[in-house]
C-alpha cells in the first residue's frame, strides 16, 4: 500500500484558486494510478479527478471539467489538484488516493489520505 497526506487546503472566497497536493510515501507511486475525491457533509464521497501512473490518461468530473486540473510529479512521489473559480458548491474534505487504475469510483483505488478540508465562501 501506498501511504498518503494531503495538503493544501484552506478557506478562499468564491472565484478563487487552491492548490493541493497529495505526498505518498513507498515505491509504488510511480507505477499507481492516483485520484481524488471530495466530500461535503451529509453526502457520499465523490469523484473528483484520476490521472493514470505516468499522466497519459486523466478524468474528471462534469462538474469540475475545465476548473480543476490534475497533475503529478513521479519523481516527488507527489501529486496535485490544482482547482481554479471554486465555487462554494466545492466546499468539501478533499481526499487523495492511489490505485492500480485510474479510475471513476472508489473501488478503484485502495489506498487513501486522511483528507483536507477546501471551504469556499460567497
Known amino acids: 500500500q501506498v501511504h498518503l497526506v494531503e495538503s493544501g487546503g484552506g478557506l478562499v472566497q468564491a472565484g478563487g484558486s487552491l492548490r493541493l497536493s497529495c505526498t505518498a510515501s513507498g515505491r509504488t507511486f510511480s507505477i499507481s494510478a492516483m485520484g481524488w475525491f471530495r466530500q461535503a457533509p451529509g453526502k457520499e464521497r465523490e469523484f473528483v479527478a484520476s490521472?493514470?501512473?505516468?499522466?497519459?490518461?486523466?478524468y474528471y468530473a462534469d462538474s469540475v471539467k475545465g476548473r480543476f486540473t490534475i497533475s503529478r510529479d513521479n519523481a516527488k512521489n507527489t501529486g496535485y489538484l490544482q482547482m481554479n473559480n471554486l465555487q462554494p458548491e466545492d466546499t468539501a474534505v478533499y481526499y487523495c488516493a492511489a490505485g492500480l487504475v485510474a479510475g471513476t469510483g472508489r473501488d478503484d483505488f485502495g489506498s487513501w489520505g486522511q483528507g483536507t478540508q477546501v471551504t469556499v465562501s460567497s
Open positions: 490521472i493514470s501512473s505516468k499522466s497519459a490518461r486523466r
